[in-house]
Nanobody, 127 residues
Framework: QVHLVESGGGLVQAGDSLRLSCVVSGLTLNIYPSGWFRQAPGKEREFVAVMGWSGGSTSYGDSVKGRFIISRDNARNTVYLQMNSLKPEDTAVYYC????????????????????WGQGTQVTVSS
């Protein structure tokens, strides 16, 4: 079975940086789309970042462009989200996700694009 485990969240001040990690087991990560989403209390789950097939492209949500970077370490089967210049509005539970089968033409920017999810890690940014 495929399992994803996020880590790296915590309590930080505005302007600080964090790096989230998502270790994937049960699937060789290198060619498959992987993404990050976040959800604040009372809010819908929001697209944050995605790395496409074979790591060939990346996309980011408007609210994090220029501040967050998605990357992947194939040797460790791990997806990362580097978060810089954090703002209080970044406070949320962050989830990583992977799609294991091909969806031709998909952007992988929606929850429905993914079939495996991690448990989430809390990020809290104080002002």
């Amino acid at each position: 079975q495929v399992h994803l485990v996020e880590s790296g969240g915590g309590l930080v001040q505005a302007g600080d940086s964090l790096r989230l990690s998502c270790v994937v087991s049960g699937l060789t990560l290198n060619i498959y789309p992987s993404g990050w989403f976040r959800q604040a209390p009372g809010k819908e789950r929001e697209f944050v970042a995605v790395m496409g097939w074979s790591g060939g492209s990346t996309s980011y949500g408007d609210s994090v462009k220029g501040r967050f970077i998605i990357s992947r370490d194939n040797a460790r089967n791990t997806v990362y989200l580097q978060m810089n210049s954090l703002k209080p509005e970044d406070t949320a539970v962050y989830y990583c996700a992977v799609r294991s089968t091909r969806i031709r033409g998909a952007t992988y920017q929606t929850e429905q694009s993914y079939d495996y999810w991690g448990q989430g890690t809390q990020v809290t940014v104080s002002s």
